[in-house]
């Protein structure tokens, strides 16, 4: 099953925690690749040591950070990135595979709406991906069995209040 | 800080169990309080006996399941369920608070809207509380600092797919 969380409000990675969370509550063998370099901060670092056995993170290589001087650079982390997550996918090491911030990638053309899709259409069986990220294409959703739009109503951090620990990080 | 997920679509619930996630890898206390029956399945209840020292599960009464066929004891399940919440708000025994399914009791009239706002504006200090459900009433959306509205974009038991085991228990 392909689980899309997108939109623009808060709560993709935070749902795609929850389903990791509930996976590994059920023996589950979970793997989440990061595309956004920082992403994800020291809360879910922590939490995680307790389910170390069944948890691997994979995060995205130094170089890519959206603002590096060194564009090239980006791309080769980023496909660096992708080529992991298909590796991960195909390992038959996971049942579940979390693709957090994947949209950007195909946003910024670092990798094609058509790959993505192609290699989604013909991923093994038995393997659950949960997929985050704003403005996912039409064929992502497509693709998709499960597909929830996270809609921005109030953000506090628009009205000055800064991130809080625990919360957002 | 008050954090309000709404809305028709899935993973509401699920980045309520990813807020507690970060919020417990940060040392925080958390106390969950389910106001439906049975929602919580075996994943999440398994997975948190890793966080047992840190995060409190309370469940609604048994009688409780919104079809039951005495409605004066939903209703009564339903207030005690309620009680519990402001007591353990108050108690400075949790950094956060999670109401589960909260807006279903101000829905269906067993706690008025106007009760739960005037308690959330009076809270104390330095807790966290994260609510969930559909059809949040304006007055909570206002009352609230980040809202996201989980929309329904596809929903894959809507073609005959069952619930699986690890994504949505």
Chains 1, 2 share one sequence.
Not at 119 to 131: A, D, S, T
Request: charged share 25%; net charge neutral.
């Amino acid at each position: 099953m392909i689980i899309l969380y997108t939109g623009n409000g808060k709560g993709k990675t935070t749902a795609a925690l929850g389903q990791m969370y509930r996976a590994i509550g059920q023996g589950m063998r979970v793997c989440i690749i990061q595309f956004i370099k920082g992403k994800w901060k020291t809360g879910e670092m922590l939490a995680s040591q307790s389910f170390s056995n069944n948890l691997t993170f994979k995060t995205m290589g130094e170089g890519f950070t959206w603002n590096s001087k060194d564009i090239n650079k980006d791309i080769e982390a980023a496909r660096f990135a992708w080529e992991t997550a298909k590796d991960s996918i195909n390992s038959s090491k996971y049942d579940m595979v979390i693709l957090d911030e994947l949209t950007y990638l195909i946003k910024y053309k670092i990798i094609t709406n058509e790959e993505v899709i192609e290699f989604l259409k013909n991923r093994p069986n038995n393997i659950h991906i949960i997929i985050t990220g704003r403005d996912a294409s039409n064929e992502l959703i497509e693709v998709s069995d499960l597909v929830t739009e996270m809609k921005e109503i109030k953000h506090p951090y628009k009205s000055g209040i800064e991130a809080i620990k625990g919360i957002e990080y």
